[in-house]
């Protein structure tokens, strides 16, 4: 493969391995009740986690177009972006839609659906970050692997 069509060989969505947590959640908690109350404190905790997510993501999705590279983990990348939110983690894109996956599930509210958020993590960190840092690092090489010394994953 060329330089040029190199990428993380990434084939299904990152937002679909969420959806598709949080669908089973809410299917799992259909079968089997497991409902956490709504108190006014699991609201505010959930709007305040969706105001995080949006704000990651739209800062890291902006960061990524200043820089003039993708975000799609299908398609390769045109430069190592540290500035923004991945000045504090590697993969903000990712944090918002985990962040996001929680305030749904306190939104619904469905603690299976919380639950779900681990198996989605551990797909994400397994199937797609292990990729994405791979092709990374034979994209940009030591140059990558600084960045990796210095900014966490997650947080």
Not at 57 to 81: K, N, Y
Not at 127 to 139: C, F, P, W
Request: proline letters at 8%.
């Amino acid at each position: 493969m060329s330089a040029q069509q190199d990428h993380a060989g990434i084939r299904f969505p990152p937002p679909f391995i969420y959806l598709t947590a949080i669908l089973i959640g809410v299917a799992l908690e259909w079968l089997w009740p497991f409902t956490i109350s709504t108190p006014a404190p699991f609201r505010i905790v959930s709007g305040a986690l969706f105001v995080c997510a949006t704000a990651i993501a739209v800062s890291g999705f902006r960061e990524l177009r200043r820089h003039e590279t993708t975000f799609r983990p299908d398609a390769p990348s045109a430069t190592i972006v540290s500035s923004g939110p991945y000045r504090f983690t590697r993969n903000p894109l990712y944090l918002s839609l985990a962040t996001l996956h929680l305030a749904i599930a306190l939104a619904i509210p469905s603690l299976w659906a919380a639950v779900m958020l681990l198996p989605a993590v551990f797909v994400i960190r397994t199937q797609v970050i292990a990729r994405e840092e791979a092709y990374l690092e034979r994209a940009f090489g030591e140059s990558y692997l600084a960045y990796k010394r210095t900014v966490r994953r997650w947080l």
